[in-house]
């Protein structure tokens, strides 16, 4: 086999790690990757904003919103407009949203960077570059992207955004 035939399948099998884990996510949970970091990240401050959400896992603000609509549907999450600024909306788990939450397997980001995190320096680096220039000579380096693993559109809007680019 030829060494881009090698660093091809190997690319395949990384989506597809990412594809099996999403779909244990939902199959054990209900939820996809993405609704769970929102809800890690809801869990980790009582009280924050949709806002601050987006900024934390870089997700668009519409993408965020969406995730919120479907897991405040689920009443997982429940959202509280201030009394002296009725433009903030805080965001807090509910009781079954937290029950979910500590039964939800770890994400796979999450076991990701443990097992980065315990690469040298010079590892951590070069795989960095490595994948930097992967995505560069597959003319993907100008995507915008999250640090969130998960396969597949997070919205429809989304979907639109990923061909329009």
Do not use: C
Not at 139 to 164: C, F, N
């Amino acid at each position: 086999m030829q060494k881009y035939d090698e660093l091809l399948v190997s690319l395949r099998k990384v989506i597809r790690a990412i594809d099996l884990h999403s779909k244990q996510l939902n199959k054990t949970s209900g939820l996809t990757g993405p609704q769970l970091l929102i809800m890690h990240e809801v869990a980790q401050t009582d009280g924050i904003t949709a806002s601050r959400i987006a900024q934390n896992v870089n997700l668009s603000p519409a993408t965020v919103t969406n995730i919120l609509d479907r897991i405040e549907s689920r009443e997982l999450v429940t959202r509280v407009r201030s009394q002296m600024d009725k433009r903030r909306v805080s965001l807090y788990l509910t009781d079954k949203g937290q029950a979910l939450l500590e039964k939800a397997p770890q994400p796979l980001q999450e076991h990701f960077i443990e097992k980065f995190n315990t690469l040298e320096e010079w590892e951590q680096s070069l795989l960095l570059s490595s994948m930097q220039r992967i995505a560069a000579m597959m003319d993907a380096d100008k995507i915008d992207a999250s640090p969130l693993l998960a396969v597949g559109a997070l919205t429809s809007a989304e979907e639109a955004k990923q061909i329009d680019t």
